[in-house]
């Protein structure tokens, strides 16, 4: 393992990374790990079983048959079994590739590393190619969110950082409406856990929701890369617009998410909500910390990705969410300057548009319904 215990990019010599990403259990990510693996066996390489959790599921147990599996380490906690992949035996057999399901999953206490995803780091600092499997919720980035949608708490979470090293993550896709009807039949769980999975994790909202945050997390990935592409062209295939929208607990916040909304929607454009946590805005309120809570969930609503830019003031905040956004549209609501602003010439546009003059800018008006406390001066900046 490298010295700072943190996932490393793919290099010359180093294992790659395949991931397989679901939105929930039971949209077949080990069935399409194992699939791969007869593949790749049928084209002559050298495949094994690092570790593959059937769940009881009989037809998947069914694609192991044909694959070379090691055996797995037998660990004794608190007079308990457990079985765990073992890391050091499949160095010493030293595969092509080991095919390594759960990547998020925590090993059992006594074991040489905390996590698996830690092991397969292993694997591929040894030269092996690992195949693995992840669901959304377990993202360290997507894993509150599921907590709040679901009402379940994400007690394993896997590093960004680990998936960002991935060489191919692969959306293993299927329809809430498919999933349940899986579940319906027994192919997920036993049936006398299916009833309560449906009534509570499996329901049509959660799932409609869990693959949103998969669909997103996907076609963010997709972007990333085509934006770490040089200049040979290939960058144009983007989408046209990156529209950032600052929030805030004012009601003028949520005009300026429908317009942000609309222009990303025209010019077929990822939507971000952003908003900026700074020393003057760490006084607010209950009440407006309450607003301000209800406005990302309502930038959620309305298919926007949402972030918590931390800054010593608002104007930074916005520059840096612009720039490691590459965003080309911002849209702010209006908050009349200060006194202390128009005196020193700190207009907000102002700076914004001086640090950088190619970004479009839209401001949104408060609207006639909604009064902007700003013009009261109750508000802060």
Request: hydrophobic fraction near 40%.
């Amino acid at each position: 393992m490298n010295p700072t215990d943190e996932p490393v990019p793919s290099t010359p010599g180093r294992g790659r990374l395949r991931v397989y990403l679901g939105m929930a259990p039971g949209v077949g990510k080990t069935w399409e790990m194992l699939q791969e693996g007869h593949r790749r066996v049928e084209r002559g390489t050298d495949v094994v079983v690092g570790f593959v959790e059937t769940h009881g599921r009989t037809r998947t147990a069914e694609q192991i048959d044909g694959l070379e599996v090691v055996p797995r380490r037998r660990v004794e906690y608190r007079g308990v079994v457990v079985e765990e992949m073992d890391t050091a035996a499949i160095l010493a057999r030293a595969p092509e590739v080991a095919l390594v399901d759960e990547l998020a999953h925590t090993n059992a206490p006594g074991s040489e590393r905390e996590k698996r995803w830690k092991d397969v780091e292993v694997l591929r600092d040894a030269g092996i190619d690992v195949i693995s499997t992840c669901n959304v919720q377990h993202l360290a980035s997507q894993a509150d969110a599921v907590a709040t949608i679901t009402g379940a708490p994400v007690n394993e979470r896997l590093p960004d950082a680990v998936l960002a090293t991935a060489d191919e993550i692969e959306l293993v896709d299927m329809s809430p409406h498919a999933l349940r009807q899986r579940m319906r039949h027994g192919n997920i769980y036993p049936p006398d856990r299916t009833q309560l999975a449906l009534d509570r994790f499996f329901t049509e909202a959660n799932l409609t929701a869990l693959r949103e945050l998969s669909l997103r997390f996907t076609a963010g990935r997709v972007e990333a890369q085509l934006e770490a592409m040089d200049a040979s062209g290939a960058a144009e295939v983007l989408a046209a617009a990156r529209v950032l929208v600052l929030i805030d607990e004012r009601p003028a916040s949520r005009r300026a998410l429908r317009r942000g909304a609309a222009l990303a929607a025209d010019q077929h454009g990822r939507l971000t909500a952003f908003t900026v946590a700074s020393p003057e805005s760490a006084g607010r309120p209950h009440d407006q910390e309450r607003d301000l809570r209800e406005t990302m969930a309502y930038a959620r609503d309305l298919g926007a990705d949402v972030a918590r830019i931390e800054a010593d003031e608002l104007v930074e905040g916005i520059l840096l969410a612009a720039r490691s956004r590459r965003a080309t549209v911002l849209v702010l609501a209006y908050r009349q300057p200060t006194r202390l602003e128009r005196l020193r010439g700190q207009l907000l546009l102002d700076r914004i548009l001086t640090a950088e003059p190619d970004l479009e800018v839209h401001v949104v008006g408060s609207g006639l319904d909604h009064p902007d406390p700003f013009q009261a001066g109750a508000g802060k900046p």
